[in-house]
């Protein structure tokens, strides 16, 4: 259900490592708990982000949700796609609906995150309560 070559946060976020560069967007199951994505908010090229704060906002029709860094570091590229096309989340969360890419200061913080089997775990704890 989620790819295997993903880290994953529990605010939902995903990394995807090549070579410095982690690739970040949200995962199938938090698009489709979000719904109808009408708008994503992002940093502007070159933001240090710290790993688990705040680095932009997406909003639905029904509620808006703030974004977490999953690493620490620079922010290389955003999606400008999104701007006009936010459904990219909704339609393809681990393709087209990447949000960042960030230049890792620390490639150890991405050992943090989960694994997809911890991260459906997690989903399937929270779906049971």
Not at 44 to 67: M, N, R, W, Y
Request: glycine share 6%.
């Amino acid at each position: 259900m989620f790819p295997e070559n993903l880290k994953y946060m529990k605010s939902h976020e995903w990394a995807r490592r090549e070579g410095d560069i982690v690739d970040v967007g949200v995962s199938d199951y938090a698009q489709s708990e979000i719904q109808d994505v009408v708008y994503v908010e992002l940093p502007e090229v070159g933001t240090s982000l710290e790993q688990h704060t705040p680095f932009g906002v997406i909003e639905s029709v029904k509620a808006a949700f703030d974004l977490y860094a999953p690493v620490s570091g620079e922010v290389v590229e955003i999606n400008e796609e999104l701007e006009d096309a936010p459904e990219l989340v909704n339609d393809t969360p681990y393709d087209g609906g990447w949000m960042v890419r960030i230049r890792m200061n620390d490639p150890s913080e991405l050992e943090e995150l989960m694994s997809a089997a911890e991260y459906q775990t997690m989903i399937e704890a929270e779906e049971n309560e």
